[in-house]
């Protein structure tokens, strides 16, 4: 038999029927839902007089409006409150299930599917939103969808799509100290560019790989989208079958050792073919800090602000002056040089509890510097606060002179009141720093969680190690 | 949907690369609950001097006379004229709405984002990828030439520019067929209803783990 790489084993088992140009319908195992995105797909529903396919494998939750003080008094802004009410509404309506904004299990919905096990290996995830690559983490094939496609699911239980190309991204080797999962990230896109995984499907393998946590995973995965892949994703190993034990979603019993025969089955076969290669010497990955205004313009947290000067491409060139001046950075300025006003710790990227034990462990027995106006820290959902809070860290955090929120998206994208003023720099755990992502004029520089601590408690950016 | 066949429109250049879902329609916007009426504000940062929120009166906010799209000679343009890696960023549907509210049918760039490029699909918007120095002579054709406009024949895959010259570029046979007759997908796939629900069961006795859920 054929050798297989670990997409084509997921993209092939769950192939309805194909057309002969490659259009397969491609059966969908769970759809997450959120406010956003959702209630334009609901309403053609409704138009057509179409009910759901299977209500069952649909989970919704609100996030992306939902506010991260004050919940008691409700949603304020009237529009936000609309589209979290129509969720309810619509979500009532057809009988899906719904984590509401007072239930414990309400939070990012990329952290929610997997802590619920409502993420399983071998499942088609899809969600409408770009960073439901992050399920890839655990051998699901997980992509982001459009509202027509959300609809689309909804009516039909699969979706109209065709094969990618497969990348194999390799990290061998140990990361130096204080380089995470979000640094290998952020290596990655800067190394292959924003558009490198466009028309791919990336599985990250190799020791360095190995070696992350599943949070971490979550976090290398959530970002291929950034690399302009559709989707990201690990084979299964043990600590990706000891992730689910016990889940609310997930197998037990008897059905517990079925499913995790077959989970295991969930790698590349030695030897599969892949249609793009790149290797990563994981030794060479410092804390990293983008600069401008794409994610891939970036560099080590020992790096300058590079020069534009010494580009010979002119899109690319005009594409740094403009992300240099939209920054307020001067070309050769040390990054250590740059400070920060305010400082978010959170977003689907880095707010699980694993991310937020590393920015503690910084925070601890220190003080935000009196420069930085605002250091807040937005827990990815009710059970990664509620299991802080039982460790401890929201007094860390808080004795420190962070703000300890309720979990949502908040400040990753302002759409709630969280966000920066013009002109305004921050030190972000988030995944996107395109002009006025996290509020209009604002600045947003894409860090790790330690290294989002390390700027809070120094005003500027620092390598965590020399902080100790 | 809207049915697309055959248009002669006027063109606009965006002369920037990477184009993001958030430049092309703010954040702030997505939060209507309706599928329609995103037009006025399409690149709302860069089209209007003031910051804008859903609600506002567009018509009397101040708008950027150096922005593209304010500019009178590409007024009731039909084809966006852009720069690689085209609609990169968050997957929001609204990007395609907005353009397609706007009154834009085709966009042609050098590259598209993945996902971008497929709701454009959905919402009778055609994105065209030409060679990216065939998109340097449009841009150049489009500056020098007030008026110029292209006639994108969608049966045939072939645009024309007033020069007479003639590129012809590639599409989805299937994506073809229902721009064209203006097809919704749905519809399409429910034809094939029986054999969705043949694979669900296969997969529901051989991998019950599955269909844990609220019990439904
Ligand atoms: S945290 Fe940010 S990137 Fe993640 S789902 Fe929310 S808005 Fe999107």
Redesign the interface.
Known sequence: MNTRNLYDKLWESHV??Q?S?G?A?L?I?RHLVHE??S??AF??LRL?G?RP???????AVADH?VPTVGRESGILDP??R??VD?LDANCEEF?I?EFRMDDVRQGIVHVVGPEQG?T?P??TVVC???HTSTHGAFAALAF??????V??VL????L?S?KSKSMLVKVEGNLPKGATAKDIALFVIGKIG??GG??YAIEFAGSAIRHLSMEGRMTLCNMAIEA?A?AGMVAVDEKTVEYFRGRP???SGE??E??CA?WRTLTSDEGAHFDAVVQIDAAQIRPQVTWGT?PEMVVGIDGQVPDPASVSDA?KKS?ME?ALQYMGLEAGMAISDVPVDKVFIGSCTNSRIEDLRAAAAIAKGRHVASSVKLAMVVPGSGLVKKMAEAEGLDRIFLDAGFEWREPGCSMC???NDDRLSPGERCASTSN?N????QG?GGRTHLVSPEVAAAAAIAGHFIDPEALQ | MKAFDRIDGLVVPLDRPNVDTDAIIPKQFLKSIRRSGFGPNLFDEWRYLDHGEPGMDNSLRPVNPDFVLNRPRYHGAQILLARENFGCGSSREHAPWALEDYGFRAIIAPSFADIFFNNCFKNGLLPIVLDAGIVDRLFAGTEANEGYRLTVDLPSQTIRTPQGEEFSFEVDPFRKHCLIEGLDDIGLTLIHAEEIRAFEEKRKAEQPWLFIGNGK
């Not at chain 1, 009516?155 to 699969?158: G, N, R, V």
């Not at chain 1, 395109?434 to 992502?437: A, N, Y």
């Open positions: 309805v029927r057309e140009d259009t319908l059966y195992d956003v995105t209630p334009q309403e053609g057509a179409r396919w299977r209500v069952g494998s649909v989970l409006n529009v936000s609309l589209q129509t009988g299930q409502a399983l071998g499942m409408g939103d770009s982001g969808i459009g509202t027509s496609e609809e689309h009516a039909t239980q699969c109209l065709k924003t558009a466009t028309g302009g559709r979603f997930a197998p059905m517990w079925a499913a077959y794409s899109v594409g403009k994208l302002a759409m996107r395109f002009e006025g992502r209009a």
